[in-house]
C-alpha cells in the first residue's frame, strides 16, 4: 500500500521560507520520480517540482530560483525547500509520483504565505 506523509507546512510571511518533508513507502520511492504538487482554493492540482531516481529536478516556471526538491534515498523522503516565498505559493502541498496515476494522495501539508 502506497503511502505518503508530508510535514513542515505553516504559516509564513512574503520573503520567509520553509522546509516541506514527504516519508513515502518504498514501493514509490525506489521505483518512480517523485514530485510536489499544490492546490490552492479554486484551483487544480499543479506540479511545482519533480525529481528523478537519478537526481534530475524540473520545476515549474512560477517557482523556478526559488524552491529545491531533493530526496534522501536512505529515509525514503523528499524534500521541498521553499525561499522567497509569496502570497501566491499559499496553497495545500502534496507529494506524489510524477506522474501520479491512480496513486492515492496523502493529506497535504498546508502553506499560508500572509503578513
Known amino acids: 500500500q502506497v503511502q505518503l506523509v508530508e510535514s513542515g507546512g505553516g504559516l509564513v510571511q512574503p520573503g520567509g521560507s520553509l522546509r516541506l518533508s514527504c516519508a513515502a513507502s518504498?514501493?514509490?520511492?525506489?521505483?518512480?520520480?517523485l514530485g510536489w504538487y499544490r492546490q490552492a482554493p479554486g484551483k487544480q492540482r499543479e506540479l511545482v517540482a519533480s525529481?528523478?531516481?537519478?537526481?534530475?529536478?524540473n520545476y515549474a516556471d512560477s517557482v523556478k530560483a526559488r524552491f529545491t526538491i531533493s530526496r534522501d534515498n536512505g529515509k525514503n523522503t523528499v524534500y521541498l525547500q521553499m525561499n522567497s516565498l509569496k502570497p501566491e505559493d499559499t496553497a495545500k502541498y502534496f507529494c506524489?509520483?510524477?506522474?501520479?496515476?491512480?496513486?492515492?494522495w496523502g493529506q497535504g501539508t498546508q502553506v499560508t504565505v500572509s503578513s
Open positions: 525529481i528523478t531516481n537519478g537526481g534530475t529536478t
Open positions: 506524489n509520483a510524477d506522474p501520479p496515476g491512480n496513486r492515492s
Open positions: 518504498a514501493s514509490i520511492f525506489h521505483i518512480y520520480s
